[in-house]
C-alpha cells in the first residue's frame, strides 16, 4: 500500500497536482469534518511519502468502514476540501466504498469525479484483477512458516501438520501455498469440508505411513483455510487424526495467524504497487477538462485496475459490480486459480474420490 501511495504522490507531485491524503479512511474523513485541513485531510509533501518505499501496511491508516455509513458527509467533505479525484488502494471493503460512491453519484455532484480502487490486500479476493497487491508478500511469508513446519514433520517423520492460512472466503493464499511446500490437501472455502472427505483423507494418511519404513521423510501438511468450514477447526481436523492414528503418526496444529500479513513488502508487490499506482493517475488524468456529467455518464470514470491474464486492464466498477462479483462470498465468481487444486492433488497423490464435486463412479 505505501509503495503504491508513495508513487501516486510522486506522480502527482510531477505532474503539478496536489496530493491530498485522507487518514484513517472515510471514517477518518467524517469523524474530523470540522477540522482544520491539519486534521484527518490534508496535503502530502515528497518529504513525507520518500521514505514510505520499503514500509508494510499504510502509513495514512485504513479503515473497514463504508461511506454508506454517513454518505452526506461524505458528500461534503468532499465538495469542501475540492477533492477533483480519488484514488483509493484497499481490498474487498475499498472496493465496496467506490462501489457506494458511484452509485451515489445521482444525488451527490461532488461525487461525480474519477476514481479508480487498486487491490491491495494478502486474500486476493478483489473482484476485477487476478491479483492485489500484498498477496505475494503473505505468501513469501506463509510459506516460510509451512517450510519450517515440514522440516519438523520430516525430521519427526510420522508427523502431519495441519496449518490455517488466511483469505477470508478465498482459498487463493492456502492453494497457492499448497502447491508451493507440496502439501498432502488444501481445504478451502469453494469446496468446504465434509466428513467423507476428512474420512478419505486419513485412510490415505494410514496407508502412507503404513508403506513408509524410515526410507523415506514421510512428514505431510495439510493446508485450511480460516473460513473452509464452520465446524471441522483447524483444531478438530488434527485431533481427528490424532485419533485415528492410533499411535502410528500423530498430527501437530499450526496458525501462523498474523504473520502472514508479512513484515516488508516483497519485490514484486512493491514493484507492481509502484506502476499500477502510476497508470492510476494517469487514468484519472485523462477525465481533466470534462465535466460533472461527462464524468459520470463515462463507465470508466469508476474503475478498477487489474491484472487479467498477461494484460494490466482498468475495468468499470459497473460491469465489475454486476458481472464478476460474489457479493454474498466476498470474491469474483470466476477464480481464475481455481484449477490449481487438482494439481495440488496430483502431486500428493490425493485420493481423487476426495473431492464434492467429481462426478459420481
Known amino acids: 500500500m505505501n509503495a503504491a501511495t508513495r508513487a501516486a504522490v510522486a506522480y502527482c507531485l510531477a505532474r503539478g497536482h496536489t496530493p491530498v491524503a485522507l487518514y484513517n479512511g472515510f471514517p477518518g474523513l467524517t469523524r474530523h469534518h470540522d477540522d482544520k485541513p491539519l486534521g484527518s485531510v490534508r496535503e502530502v509533501s515528497w518529504l513525507d511519502a520518500e521514505s514510505w518505499v520499503s514500509k508494510g501496511g499504510s502509513e495514512i491508516g ?198 502472514q500479513q508479512g513484515t516488508t513488502p516483497s519485490p514484486m508487490d512493491r514493484v507492481r504497487a509502484a506502476r499500477f499506482g502510476v497508470k492510476s493517475l494517469q487514468h484519472i488524468e485523462d477525465f481533466i477538462g470534462k465535466s460533472k456529467e461527462e464524468i459520470a455518464k463515462d463507465p470508466m470514470s469508476a474503475s478498477v485496475i487489474g491484472i487479467k491474464g498477461a494484460k494490466v486492464l482498468f475495468s468499470a466498477m459497473e460491469q465489475v459490480e454486476e458481472n464478476e462479483t460474489d457479493w454474498k462470498d466476498r470474491r469474483p465468481k470466476d477464480e481464475f486459480w481455481m484449477g490449481l487444486k487438482d494439481v495440488v492433488d496430483i502431486l500428493s497423490g490425493r485420493p481423487k474420490s476426495h473431492s464434492t464435486t467429481s462426478s459420481p463412479k
Not at 140 to 152: G, P, T
Open 62 to 259: 485504513t479503515n473497514r468502514g463504508l461511506p454508506s455509513e454517513d454518505m452526506p458527509t461524505v458528500a461534503m467533505c468532499f465538495e469542501k476540501y475540492k477533492i477533483q479525484a480519488l484514488f483509493a488502494v484497499g481490498g474487498f471493503e475499498a472496493f465496496t466504498s467506490i462501489s457506494e460512491l458511484r452509485k451515489a453519484r445521482e444525488q451527490y455532484d461532488s461525487l461525480k469525479i474519477p476514481m479508480v480502487i487498486l487491490p491491495a490486500t494478502v486474500s486476493n479476493n478483489v473482484p476485477g484483477t487476478e491479483y492485489s497487491i500484498g498477496s505475494d508478500t503473505c505468501l513469501n511469508a506463509l510459506i516460510q512458516y509451512c517450510d519450517a513446519c515440514r522440516q519438523s514433520a520430516s525430521s519427526s517423520r510420522r508427523r502431519v501438520f495441519v496449518i490455517e492460512t488466511q483469505g477470508g472466503a478465498s482459498g487463493y493464499i492456502a492453494t497457492l501455498a499448497g502447491l508451493s511446500i507440496g502439501a498432502f490437501a488444501v481445504y478451502t472455502p469453494e469446496d468446504g469440508i465434509n466428513i467423507k472427505m476428512l474420512d478419505r483423507d486419513i485412510d490415505h494418511l494410514r496407508e502412507h505411513f503404513a508403506r513408509d519404513r524410515g526410507q523415506s521423510r514421510a512428514g505431510k501438511i495439510i493446508l485450511r483455510n480460516e473460513k473452509a468450514s464452520k465446524t471441522y477447526t483447524t483444531e478438530i481436523i488434527a485431533n481427528m487424526i490424532r485419533e485415528e492414528a492410533k499411535g502410528r503418526f500423530e498430527s501437530r496444529v499450526g496458525v501462523p495467524g498474523h504473520f
